[in-house]
């Protein structure tokens, strides 16, 4: 089901590119951030803005989340069931979609709600001028129909760890491999990426990832302890330096 909101402009935008598909919707009156999503369904898909100061004309998409603290909906330490499939098919028909020049990204898993039917976000970004933008709209909600559509193609599913909100390294894996990624923990977040939140991470998804991909120099300081910490719990995991183009994890 697709969820949008009264309060979010962008939403609404692509709400009136659904009612002219015909594709069905579920409105609520607070931010997507916030939502408290009472129907039943396999999963749901929040249909929202994107705010970047850098203002860059942008469809994204991600999970959401919290890997600390909660300033922006959710819960504290609260990672929502992701849908890793059915996302990378919603990215895959944004990049065959968009016009050149407009930003086609993953973004990390970040902000509320709390939501434990499988779930993402997929957004207009970075200003008013392409919230109400209905062209983009329009390219959303034929997204939303082609994938809602049709079963998602079974990918091997991958943690991600490490590197920039926006995720340069794991955008190519994403639109150039067989590999679906479901959460991401960003360098900045990586201070609070203990035994626990790994834990709740590899189960917070459907399906469930196998392996995680590490952006190997956006990792930083914390090389070492996250290595240790995947070799702990027996995850194993790839570096982003050692995935060639079109490799499909064959180093």
């Known amino acids: 089901m697709i969820i949008t909101s009264e309060e979010d402009l962008a939403s609404l935008t692509i709400q009136e590119a659904l009612t002219e598909l015909r594709i069905p919707f579920h409105q609520v009156k607070e931010a997507p951030i916030y939502a408290n999503v009472e129907i039943q369904d396999n999963i749901f898909i929040f249909a929202s803005k994107h705010s970047s100061a850098a203002g860059v004309p942008s469809l994204s998409v991600h999970f959401p989340g919290n890997w600390n603290t909660a300033n922006l909906g959710g819960k504290q330490k609260t990672l929502c069931k992701a849908a890793p499939l059915e996302m990378k098919e919603a990215f895959l028909e944004l990049h065959k979609s968009s016009p050149e020049g407009l930003q086609v990204t993953l973004e990390v898993t970040h902000h509320g709600p709390v939501c434990n039917t499988p779930c993402f976000f997929i957004e207009i970004g970075s200003s008013l001028e392409q919230w109400k933008d209905k062209a983009l709209g329009k390219i959303i909600a034929k997204t939303l129909k082609e994938i809602l559509n049709k079963k998602p193609k079974q990918y ?8 920039p909100h926006y995720c340069n390294n794991f955008n190519r894996i994403e ?28 189960e917070q998804s459907n399906p469930q990832p196998t392996f995680a991909i590490l952006d190997w120099k956006g990792l930083g300081e914390h090389k070492r302890r996250i290595t240790s910490l995947l070799n702990e719990i027996k995850f194993p995991y790839k570096r982003t330096d050692h995935i060639t183009r079109e490799s499909n994890l064959n180093v």
């Open 156 to 163: 091997e599913i991958a943690l991600g760890i490490g590197g």
């Open 175 to 202: 639109l150039q491999s067989n590999i679906a990624f479901s959460h991401i923990c960003p360098k900045h977040n990586l201070e609070f990426l203990d035994k626990e939140m790994l834990l709740q991470a590899i």
